[in-house]
């Protein structure tokens, strides 16, 4: 039931997450993925329903899960899963915040049968997967809102302030694996809030604070009617 004390100022919006990371199969038994837990996804996803927001969570594989009300998971596995999953959903939802570590690439063939090993090195082929950030936000209409993540180890604000423009995102959430007790895995992160013209840093929070600081920004930029 909704907590009568959070304020519900996102009643009326329905918002896309990407959450998780992707696995990208090499053969029945192995894949390429990544370190992210979809923590801050599912913070993200909780936090908006909370505030009244119908939410599509469409997340990569990971242990954890929600069972929140107003939140529907999709769960998928591979980058181009998530993208499909993505594009269906986005005409009816207001917002999309991707916050999933998508796989950049995935290997070229997936082996039918497991991988033998042989004498001498293994080399693999990898093709580029599709880019979700950039298709919904270089697609979206103008009362749409689309948000991003930048995980950066140098330069931060410069690359993130590269990709808002690349994908035409309303803002971007930087945040670095650098600092103590931020990102993968972890239950605090520590962010900037960066769109075109400001950067806006926060303290280190929970990620369920986190999450909130995000969705104030998405709130006060209300789509017109
Ligand atoms: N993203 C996405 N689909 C992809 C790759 C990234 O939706 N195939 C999204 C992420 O969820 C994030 C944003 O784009 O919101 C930035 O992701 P990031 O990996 O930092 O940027 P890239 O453009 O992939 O650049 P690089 O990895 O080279 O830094
Ligand atoms: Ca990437």
Redesign the pocket.
């Known amino acids: 039931q909704p907590n009568q004390t959070v304020s519900q100022d996102l009643k009326g919006r329905r918002i896309l997450i990407?959450a998780g990371p992707t696995f990208e199969d090499l053969d029945p038994v192995r894949f390429l993925g990544n370190r992210s837990t979809g923590k801050m996804g599912i913070a993200l996803a909780e936090a908006a329903a909370a505030r009244g927001a119908g939410v599509e969570l469409i997340l990569g594989p990971t242990h954890l899960s929600t069972t929140a009300a107003n939140i529907t998971t999709t769960p998928v596995r591979s980058?181009r899963e998530m993208?499909a999953a993505a594009l269906q959903r986005w005409p009816e939802c207001t917002d999309a915040i991707?916050?999933?570590?998508?796989?950049?690439y995935r290997p070229e063939t997936v082996a039918t049968d497991k991988i033998k090993k042989k004498d001498g090195e293994l080399t693999l082929s990898l093709v580029r997967?599709?880019?979700?950030?950039?298709e919904l936000g270089n697609n979206k209409l103008a009362d749409q809102r689309v948000v991003?993540?930048?995980?950066?180890t140098e330069n931060g604000v410069e690359?993130a302030r590269k990709?808002l423009l690349?994908?035409n995102l309303d803002f971007?959430v930087l945040n670095s694996p650098r600092t103590a007790g931020a990102a993968f895995g972890h239950d605090t992160n520590q962010i900037q809030l960066i769109d075109r013209n400001k950067v806006t840093a926060f303290e280190l929070k929970t990620k369920r604070e986190v999450a909130d600081d995000i969705l104030d920004r998405l709130a006060a930029d209300k789509p017109t009617p």
């Open positions: 990407t980058a993208h991707l916050c999933a570590a998508v796989a950049d997967n599709p880019d979700i950030a950039a991003g993540f930048a995980l950066e690359n990709k690349r994908k971007i």
